[in-house]
């Protein structure tokens, strides 16, 4: 009775293939692209398990180099293309239309080919293992090794043509999601009151557009060079192999951001929830993330130390790389002054949301150490990047997508986790996490490259990676007990009710889960706690706490804003 | 409680309505890469499935009665502000319209980014090199490319008319500027194909001739696909889809024709001008 929903038949009743297939429906489109990225997920964990199993112990031959190749290129190209990025589209998907108390997304179909071209390119590029020639040159397939004359069979070929769907499939999301947050936000919802995580979303989608062409010309040169006789990555005829790298790159650094802003956006809408207060500093946060947006494509060469560019220019990338997580502070700060004094109620979403914090802090610092031209160079292409990274991507970006599938599954559902197998998944994935990864630090600073097969005895790596082999296990374990309680949840879940947080935005004012048109009646929104406003009508945000309208924060929305309000 | 804070919407909220064209056509897009690593007919058959998916795909958007035709001037111009309000205020196919709008300018600043790496990969190649073109590479002749050029800026005239004229609700000059247009674009992509059979060299000769083959060939394909765009709004307007109120397929097609021109200037530009 709090809400702007009504009591719906649940999605399980109406689960007929070909209204799955033909959905136009942003939420069922969302499952589609969350069940599907999930199931990718555990083809990368698999990948992951034969890497930490071959490396457990030395000289082993569970493994050959050629397999090997294959499995890490992709473990690595699956987790961001396949896993991460699909999974934030379906989350934004479902969540970010009922946020902004929106219909749906702005154009549906598009969204619906989005989804079947992310689909069908994955099991296009998975198909390569049924004839034994998956993508083998890692996730950034550096030329001149990706040229037909050092890989000539299709595995290269099978790698650029899905990620040239994939490109486009996620730049058609990210059109959509840019369109609608700028277009159908409900009354009243100017963009200085939209909610966190839609800020992410758009900025993510503005990364995306920006950034995805580079890798798209990359990839459509590269097959030109293997496919029509090209040569621009051949040296010799002109051709330069660091052209490649820039074009990666300058994709390849942007795309951090697009995996990490959407967690980021989860975390900022799940810490004030948890800890019953409003946001600290909504302003820095939301802005923070435009700053992040923009300075990430100007230190794409921090990845390209070791190829020699002039002393001057690799001095500019690694101070604006520097710079860079400088907003990334920004962001950190307001979170802890989010849980400053603030009622914690430790729910499992909230656990990964502070695991976040930690463990991408770790991640952080340890990317300004390799932003450090000396530093990198000794490093370069160690397992201590290898460390670095998935404390970004792992602690920080699954991590939040964890927080997130905890605050919003029972949405989906209808129905709540429970939270004592929410709790063991929590703490068996901290520390699987980091018995996985923190030892790669040590590995890598003792000289251990990345991407070898296998190595001699007698190196000082072998207890270390036993270690982290027996971490990648407990991962794993960590996964199947989350799937075990999501599986028990919808069978014997307590009911999850519109609003089983006492949240404050728009998607808990309608049922669990939403009428196909989400919401019976138009959202008002006055503050950016509208739930807040519904539920507390004598101390409403919108009269307490306005907030801050410096000129510089869009005065053409003010006018935007005034409509709504006639009548008041 | 809820009568307070909001209002009914459910009569302008028509039911969700499904489609298959979309997972037609990532079906089809999928068959030309499987053709790509098997045999070539798969991809043909999967260009052939694509077309049809993506005509069939424009036509499902002109079923039904339009609501624009029958919609206020205040609700038309209120929906173009594109925040908040009037969404909901607007019959649904009003802020579709303005948010394709909104589409076609981020569909077209993506293929803008597109291209502008294309260049940016070509200058640097140029940039970094001792010599330029390369070793054996051709200098390009002037003469035919530039009339090939000036054809097809010519042709934005009649395109940019089209528009102009549809909004007077003027459906003969439509025709007339979108066939004419289309005209020149076929005249310019045969003049094209003819300097690639002349040319005396091939993609594989050097790395400037792979990036002329590359750069112009993705623009050719561009002007293919705007001429399919013109010609296919051209057939609805014989089916007389198009009022001075409903005409925004003519914006995509002449908006997409404008960027094509514009995106050929730059590589005229730099591919033969500055040589
Ligand atoms: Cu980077």
Redesign the interface.
């Known amino acids: 009775?709090?809400?702007?929903g009504e009591t719906v038949p649940s999605l399980r009743a109406e689960a007929d293939v070909w209204?799955w297939?033909?959905?136009?429906?942003h939420k069922r489109i969302g499952i589609l692209y969350m069940v599907s990225a999930f199931v990718f997920f555990l083809g990368g964990i698999v990948e992951a398990l034969l890497m930490r199993t071959q490396l457990a112990v030395a000289r082993n031959t569970l493994l050959g180099p050629d397999a090997y190749n294959q499995i890490f290129t992709m473990h690595g190209t699956t987790m961001i293309f396949l896993f991460l990025m699909p999974m934030q589209a379906g989350l934004a998907n479902y969540v970010l239309p009922l946020m902004i108390g929106?219909?749906?997304m702005?154009?549906?179909?598009?969204n619906?080919?989005g989804?079947?071209?992310f689909?069908?390119?994955g099991l296009?590029m998975y198909s390569s293992f049924l004839i034994g020639a998956a993508p083998n040159a890692g996730w950034f397939a550096y030329a001149p090794l990706t040229e037909v004359q050092f890989s000539p069979g299709?595995n290269i070929?099978?790698w650029a043509?899905?990620i040239?769907?994939l490109g486009?499939s996620s730049?058609a999301g990210a059109?959509?999601f840019?369109?609608?947050t700028?277009?159908?936000?409900?009354?009243?919802?100017?963009f200085n009151l939209m909610p966190l995580f839609v800020w992410a979303t758009l900025v993510t989608s503005l990364i995306i557009?920006?950034a995805?062409?580079?890798l798209?010309?990359?990839v459509?040169?590269l097959l030109?060079?293997r496919?029509?006789?090209?040569?621009?990555f051949t040296p010799g005829?002109?051709?330069?192999p660091?052209?490649w790298q820039?074009?990666f790159w300058?994709f390849g650094h942007p795309e951090v951001y697009i995996l990490i802003l959407p967690a980021m956006g989860v975390i900022s809408e799940v810490l004030p929830v948890f800890a019953r207060k409003p946001i600290f500093g909504y302003s820095f946060i939301a802005w923070s993330s435009v700053a992040i947006g923009f300075l990430g494509f100007t230190v794409w060469a921090h990845h390209m130390f070791a190829v020699g560019l002039p002393i001057i220019v690799q001095a500019l990338f690694a101070a604006s790389s520097m710079i860079v997580a400088v907003p990334t502070g920004v962001k950190i700060f307001n979170w802890i002054a989010t849980l400053w004094g603030g009622q914690i109620s430790l729910k499992t979403s909230m656990l990964f949301a502070i695991g976040f914090i930690g463990q991408f802090v770790i991640g952080g610092i340890t990317g300004v150490f390799l932003a450090v031209v000396p530093f990198d160079w000794q490093a370069t292409d160690s397992y201590f990047v290898v460390a670095h990274f998935h404390y970004v991507l792992f602690g920080g970006a699954l991590f939040g997508l964890f927080a997130g599938l905890y605050y919003w599954l029972p949405k989906f559902t209808g129905r709540l986790l429970d939270e004592r197998l929410g709790i063991l998944h929590f703490f068996l994935i901290l520390i699987g996490f980091n018995l996985t990864f923190f030892p790669m630090h040590l590995l890598g600073l003792m000289g251990m490259p990345r991407r070898i097969y296998t190595y001699a005895p007698g190196l000082g790596w072998d207890n270390l990676s036993l270690v982290s082999a027996v971490g990648g296990f407990t991962i794993a374990l960590s996964v199947s007990v989350f799937i075990w309680n999501f599986f028990s949840s919808l069978r014997h879940g307590q009911a999850a009710g519109d609003d089983p947080w006492d949240a404050w935005t728009l998607e808990w004012a309608t049922t669990s889960p939403p009428p196909?048109?989400n919401?019976?009646?138009?959202?008002?929104v006055r503050s950016r706690r509208p739930l807040w406003d519904?539920k507390h009508p004598e101390n409403p945000d919108w009269r307490t706490a306005q907030p801050a309208r410096d000129a510089s924060v869009e005065s053409k929305?003010e006018r935007?804003d005034a409509?709504?309000r006639r009548g008041y | 409680m809820t009568q307070v804070l909001g209002e009914d919407i459910e009569s302008i909220a028509p039911e969700v309505q499904g489609s298959h064209w979309p997972i037609v056509l990532a079906i089809a897009l999928t068959l030309v890469l499987v053709g790509l690593t098997t045999v070539l007919v798969i991809s043909l058959a999967g260009l052939a499935l694509a077309l049809v998916a993506l005509v069939a795909w424009v036509a499902q958007r002109f079923q039904g009665p339009s609501l624009v035709d029958h919609a206020p001037a205040s609700v038309l111009n209120g929906a173009s502000q594109g925040a908040g309000e009037a969404v909901f205020e607007a019959p649904l196919e009003v802020f579709t319209i303005q948010s394709s709008r909104w589409g076609l300018v981020w569909f077209i600043a993506s293929e803008a980014i597109f291209f502008a790496n294309l260049i940016a990969a070509y200058l640097y190649l140029r940039v970094s090199s001792q010599t330029w073109p390369p070793a054996g590479g051709p200098h390009l002749d002037l003469l035919f490319p530039s009339v090939n050029t000036a054809i097809l800026l010519l042709s934005g005239i009649p395109a940019y008319y089209a528009h102009r004229a549809i909004k007077r609700g003027d459906i003969r000059g439509l025709r007339i500027g979108l066939v004419l247009a289309a005209l020149l674009g076929a005249v310019f992509l045969v003049g094209q194909g003819y300097e690639y059979l002349t040319a005396g060299f091939t993609i594989r000769t050097n790395v400037f001739t792979a990036a002329f083959f590359t750069l112009t060939g993705f623009h050719g394909a561009h002007v293919a696909a705007g001429i399919g765009i013109l010609l296919t709004v051209f057939l609805l307007s014989l089916r007389g889809r198009f009022s001075a109120q409903r005409n925004f397929a003519v914006e995509v097609a002449s908006t997409y024709w404008h960027f094509v021109d514009i995106v050929w200037i730059v590589l005229f530009t730099i591919l033969y001008l500055a040589q």
């Open positions: 009775m709090t809400g702007y209204t297939i033909t959905t136009t429906d929106a219909r749906d702005a154009f549906p179909r598009l619906a080919f989804y079947w071209l689909l069908f390119a296009f299709l070929d099978f043509l899905a040239l769907l486009i730049t059109i959509n840019i369109v609608t700028i277009g159908l936000r409900t009354r009243g919802m100017s557009v920006f995805m062409p580079s798209t010309t990359g459509v040169l030109v060079d496919r029509l006789g090209g040569t621009f005829d002109g051709g330069d660091l052209l820039h074009l300058a196909p048109h919401f019976s009646t138009v959202p008002i519904l929305e935007v409509g709504p």
